[in-house]
């Protein structure tokens, strides 16, 4: 068997927004992901003969020593992770009808009937076993074939060919897949982070942050290891000639292809009502971006960007102002089924604006050099704006 690419999710740690990524780079012909095209529970070379890629939420030691494969994963601080992992497990989705969200509550049903409490990360870890399992130490796990411990991740470095990115530097890790393996495309993707400010409350709980490093002593050498004494990225590898000639030559863009295009009636914006835009300079406008479509989302900051968020100024009749338009140039990566917010930061510096009190601003997608809005009205939102 060639040398596979195997990535090693790690959950709550940029997974999913690699796989899409990867699904991209190979194809998704070519592109083997475990809990989507299989969920065995043991390696069957037959299964993955001929995927140049694969990966899913399996640890290094599911898979034999006898495979030829380039191991890649990413990191996270340990607290960090396991708050995010808390928090998805006891905080109900914004949009409940949405494919993804009612996944995500039948999961926070199962999380309840075993004791996680929505209350207390102390209490779910004290008192939930299943809980306490996915916040120890689980990174070890991951890259080890001896036991969930620093000192297992570091024998198995020794014998395997493996590169490990962290969560907070991911740039890093998506540079050294495209310039050294040869990704034909940039890898776009972020951190799939939860809502704004969903941690502070669990971050002030009493003991709760102790508990958590008494826990992860493990990761927490783990983690420091990549980021502090190989400065955020990680690579023991004699074979990456032999994943970049499994890698497509073609390349393609960060969203989907012509033969599968997104369908854009599927993604709506939406905004709080209200634009301030008085005084000169950058304001920050949040949106929320619903991508109820099968396709993964990808705003660029390229000046020849696939899709990006525009805004014009128009009366409360409709009619735009002429030269009162523009492009909001933002990195930003929303997955199939989810919602995230999106700031739009417009310069106000230029912008004269005539004296009446019926104006509003519209929102819209900018997709391969047109403004979608007039013939997908339903992907905009309006604000009135204040001066």
């Known amino acids: 068997m060639a040398t596979t690419l195997v990535y090693l999710h790690i959950p709550k740690s940029a ?29 069957d070379p037959q299964e993955v003969q001929g995927f140049p890629a694969i990966g899913g939420h399996k640890t290094l030691s599911f898979y034999p020593r006898s495979l030829d494969a380039l ?3 990413v990191v ?20 409940a009808n949405a494919q993804r969200s009612v996944k995500h509550i039948k999961e926070l049903e199962k999380w309840r009937d075993l004791g996680i409490d929505s209350t207390s990360l102390v209490k779910s870890i004290e008192n939930c076993e299943a809980f306490r399992d996915k916040v120890s130490n689980v990174q070890c796990e991951y890259l080890s074939r001896y036991g969930a411990t620093w000192e ?33 495309i940039e890898n776009r993707s972020r951190a799939n982070r939860g809502r704004s400010g969903y ?19 493990e990761d927490q050498a ?73 396709k993964p989302v990808v705003l660029s900051s390229d000046d020849d960007c696939d899709a990006a968020i525009a805004w014009r100024i128009q009366t409360s009749a409709g009619k735009p102002l002429e030269g009162l338009q523009g492009i909001v140039k933002a990195d930003q990566f929303i997955p199939a089924w989810e919602s995230k917010s999106v700031t739009a930061v417009v310069d106000t510096t230029d912008i004269e604006l005539p ?16 403004w979608i809005w007039d013939k997908l009205p339903m992907n905009s939102t309006w604000s009135k704006v204040h001066l």
Request: proline share 3%; net charge negative; with cysteine.
């Open 15 to 43: 997974g999913t927004s690699h796989r899409f990524y990867l699904s991209k780079v190979y194809g998704e012909d070519n592109f083997f992901w475990y809990g989507i095209h299989a969920r065995s529970d043991k390696f």
């Open 71 to 73: 191991y890649a994963s």
């Open 76 to 95: 996270r601080d340990p607290i960090e992770r396991a708050v995010s992992l808390y928090n998805y497990y006891t905080s109900t989705p914004e949009d």
């Open 152 to 184: 297992g991740v570091k024998q198995s470095l020794e014998e395997t060919d493996m590169v490990i990115g962290i969560f907070e530097d991911l740039s890093k890790f998506n540079g050294f897949f495209q310039h050294e393996c040869g990704f034909p």
């Open 199 to 217: 941690s502070s409350a669990i971050y002030q709980e009493e003991g709760a942050i102790e508990l958590l490093r008494s826990i992860n002593a």
């Open 222 to 294: 783990l983690h420091d290891f990549v980021r502090l004494v190989h400065g955020g990225l990680f690579v023991r590898a004699n074979n990456i000639g032999e994943v970049r000639e499994r890698v497509l030559s073609n390349g393609g863009r960060n969203t989907a292809q012509p033969d599968e295009p997104l369908d854009w009636e599927k993604v709506q914006l939406f905004s709080k009502g209200m634009v301030n835009l008085a005084g000169e300079g950058a304001v920050g406008i949040p949106l929320i971006l619903k991508n109820y479509s099968s």
């Open 355 to 370: 004296d009446t009190d019926a104006l509003f601003m519209q929102f819209g997608i900018y997709h391969e050099g047109e």
